[in-house]
């Protein structure tokens, strides 16, 4: 199965990279995730240059699809091109976003009544697209997941291996990356905000 984390120019390093080096841990039970960029080279935030490991097109083949913030997501929305060029669908993918990518969920009528995670930045832009807003780290509904703050992306990831390779794997996964003495805390944090039901208050 294969992951597309979505990085656009502009992008948070912390958002790409955590999220596809905690995915990759579960490249033994078949996952990886892929920065898949819309040029070939794409310029982080502050002034990191990747290759991109897939074209944009990447995302319609992909099992799960993670549309990654920046300081440029505003852009990013404006642009019409970018956005036919994300031919993303719910009934078959996994679909999440990190950030300000609630905002190209948001303009690509994936949300609905859907409320998201954002960060604070971002968050009245995405108000500003109709959206409720949570207080909350991670959301999901369905296939559909959104992430809120830059450490939030582990969240991500591990709501993306529980969803296509199993919840032990997921586990094993967090617990590598998490700091030492604090292991299981870090695994029962993360399993405990992708796994909680959150009420909405209309």
Request: glycine share 8%; aromatic share 6%.
């Amino acid at each position: 199965m294969q992951v597309a984390v979505v990085t656009f120019d502009g992008f948070n390093e912390l958002d790409s990279f955590i999220a596809s080096a905690v995915i990759n841990r579960a490249r033994p039970a078949g996952l990886t995730a892929y920065i898949t960029t819309p040029t070939s080279v794409v310029t982080s935030m502050n002034g990191v240059e990747v290759v991109g490991q897939r074209p944009l097109s990447f995302v319609a083949e992909a099992d799960v699809v993670l549309i990654g913030s920046g300081i440029r997501t505003r852009d990013v929305v404006a642009d019409n091109a970018l956005l036919t060029a994300l031919q993303l669908d719910p009934n078959r993918q996994f679909i999440g976003s990190q950030c300000s990518g609630a905002l190209v969920l948001a303009r690509l009528g994936l949300l609905g009544s859907m409320p998201v995670s954002t960060d604070t930045t971002s968050r009245p832009f995405v108000e500003d697209c109709g959206v409720t807003v949570l207080d909350e780290p991670f959301h999901t509904e369905g296939t559909i997941a959104t992430a809120g703050g830059c450490l939030a992306s582990l969240y991500l990831g591990a709501w993306a291996i529980s969803r296509t390779v199993g919840e032990d794997i997921a586990r094993a996964a967090v617990d590598y990356v998490a700091p030492v003495g604090e292991k299981q805390a870090t695994v029962d944090r993360v399993f405990a905000a992708i796994q909680a039901p959150v009420n909405v208050v209309s």
